[in-house]
């Protein structure tokens, strides 16, 4: 079956740089996405990787490792408003997106 | 980026009546569109994905006498929850891709939440 691992919760503080790790383990790869939600609306995507390696855009990067089934998001320079839950995906081989159960990033002042 | 347009956001229900929700692909053809649904604090649970011009596939678990899926045209799919039940409340999500579902972005709809009393 699917596997996805991600933390429940992180604190950071307003300016400081957060990672989110994600682990996988699923049936197939065909990518892994990162969304972002924010309480009561929909995922709005931030990033996806297919290859290894480091994505970077803007504030936020995204890193994947295959052999390691491992993926982080970097977010930079944090503001408030990046206060939300971050999501990690994988799309497998049957071309379906499994989602993680979700980071909830709180960002103090 | 691809928008993709869902209605309504909202919905309040009494138990036992049916709900449609629709999903459509504004800039873009979707062959193929995908049913979440989302529960308080938790994370989105794919319930089917929805096949133009044919069946809608179902996960185990959804009941698809009970979420009736319907993707008629390349741009619009609906989901209807018939004899809606409170446990039925939920926020509903749909997502397209422009590639069709061969990999790259997903884009999600506004989503929708229904309230059964």
């Known amino acids: 079956g699917q596997n996805i691992d991600q933390p429940t919760e992180m604190t950071a503080t307003e300016g400081a740089i957060v990672q989110i790790n994600c682990t996988y383990q699923?049936?197939?790869?065909?990518?892994l996405f990162w969304y972002q939600q924010h309480a009561g609306e929909a995922p709005t995507f931030l990033s996806y990787n297919v290859l290894d390696g480091l994505e970077e855009k803007g504030r936020f990067s995204s890193f994947l490792s295959r052999s390691k089934g491992y993926s982080y998001l970097l977010l930079k320079e944090l503001q408030m408003k990046d206060s939300a839950s971050y999501l990690c995906a994988v799309w497998d081989s049957a071309r379906q997106l499994t989602f993680g159960s979700g980071t909830q990033l709180t960002v103090l002042p | 980026g691809a928008v993709v347009s869902q209605h309504p956001s909202w919905v309040i229900c009494k138990s036992g009546t049916s709900v449609k929700i629709e999903c459509r692909s504004l800039?873009?053809?979707?062959?193929?569109m995908f049913w979440y649904r989302q529960f308080p604090k938790q994370s989105l649970m794919l319930m089917a994905t929805?096949?133009?011009?044919?069946?809608?596939?179902?996960e185990q678990g959804v009941e698809k006498d009970k979420f009736l899926i319907n993707h008629a045209s390349l741009t619009l799919s609906t989901l209807t929850v018939t004899s809606a039940h409170p446990e039925d409340s939920s926020f509903y999500i749909c997502?397209?891709?422009?590639?069709?579902?061969?990999?790259?972005?997903?884009?999600f709809g506004e989503g929708s939440r229904l309230t059964v009393l």
């Open positions: 699923t049936s197939g790869f065909n990518g």
């Open positions: 800039d873009f053809q979707a062959t193929t």
């Open positions: 997502s397209a891709s422009p590639a069709g579902g061969q990999g790259g972005e997903l884009f």
């Open positions: 929805s096949n133009e011009g044919s069946k809608a596939t179902y």
